[in-house]
């Protein structure tokens, strides 16, 4: 078959072949550009164009297609430009002019984004249910670990003690949301371009409610220019994509730095660490240290695919060929390192006792500023005084807990009937409000989104 036989008389050149051709990358869509080609050629035989037996005839043969592509059976021709022609010149092989009939009133502009729309639906669906498993993981880890003293930084300078569950239920609620981003950006994928042709609508009397219903889509698409020019699905998915990575990033970083003996908090497993070719007592963190780069390519995805559209005068332009391996690469990306952080963090140590040897009793100055506030002290007050002793201690080489009653007494005569007690677990205790790291609240944190995994499951 010769797609531009009678207008375009000469074989493209090689180079152009080379950049125009698209079928090592769309050939991914074979499954999909075989239930587009099925539900079209049953709306053809409705409206006339196949008889029943023709319309018979071709579901077989579309079928044997799909099961020689599955079992690895058939060689693409040189000639094959696309997975669309591909698929036609198989058909049209089998089955002669039945075949050529196949492109009735169809465009490969409504085809591909048909193919597109599907594939996207399958694998946002397919992100939803890793994400589930991934916020699954860190629901249980957190709940081992609802009580484990962390050092909370803020600028990754101390701050004030929280939990390690409290530290990990954050990425969870990150996730939540990219999870509800997912599931909204399929409500806008959920509608079918097949039938929009290719740019005018389709010049048969088809009904795009059927074929759209018989693809598995809620409604057909609205316009058909807008079916066949946009690519805002393919962004928004790319950009569900790159939030998921950018959040899995900074978290593989301060993993990163807690791996680091110095802090030593967490220690992952041998399946998920490399060693050095030269330095034999190396451990790196190599799989965290991918994640943390992978976001790079989500980003440069969202980039390309953006970039893509604009200014490209409507309607299709073969600028929207390059879609293709930006989001192909984003989904790919994102499903792998999803996989790859949640597995690595099931199986990851964490040393609460290395956690609870890096707090600083500094750390617990809030309290003690809250302590006065309780006793009357305007907060900026107390704050200013709580700075003043922590400075002086410090110009001691000392720390809070370091104080004796004489200077406690000193500085702060309010406590002098009521001694006042700081400690770390009290710190925790305190923040009992939602949302914050008392382990009360912790464990409401992950019950709440425990119950909502289980409302939200994605089969
Ligand atoms: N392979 C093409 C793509 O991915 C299919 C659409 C071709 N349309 C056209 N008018 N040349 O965009």
Redesign the pocket.
Known sequence: MTLYKGRIDAAPNELMDAMNK?LPV?IRFFPYDINTNRVWARELQRIGVFSQTELDNILIALDEILARYNAGEFTPLPSD????TLTERLLTESLGNTGARIHTGR???D??ACDLYQYLMDNLKMLKSHLHQLISVLCSVATAHANTLLAGTTHLQPAQPITLGHFLMSLAFALQRDFQRADDAQKRVDRCPLGAG?IAGCGFAVDRKKIATELGFSNPTDNSIDSISDRDVAQETAFVCATILTHLSRYAEQFIIWSNPAFGYVKWDAQWSTGSSMMPQKRNPDAMELVRAKAARGLGNVTTLLCLTKGVPLS?A?D??E??EAVFDAIDTALLTIQVFSQALNSATFIPARMKAVLTSDMLATDLADALVEKGVPFRKAHERTAQFVTFLEDNHRDLLSATQTEMDTYFPEFKDTPLHLSYEGSLQRRRAIGGTAPVSVNAQIESLSSWLTSNSVC
């Open positions: 698209s769309d430009e696309d997975i669309h465009s490969r502009n085809q591909v290719a299709y073969k929207l060929q879609d293709k």
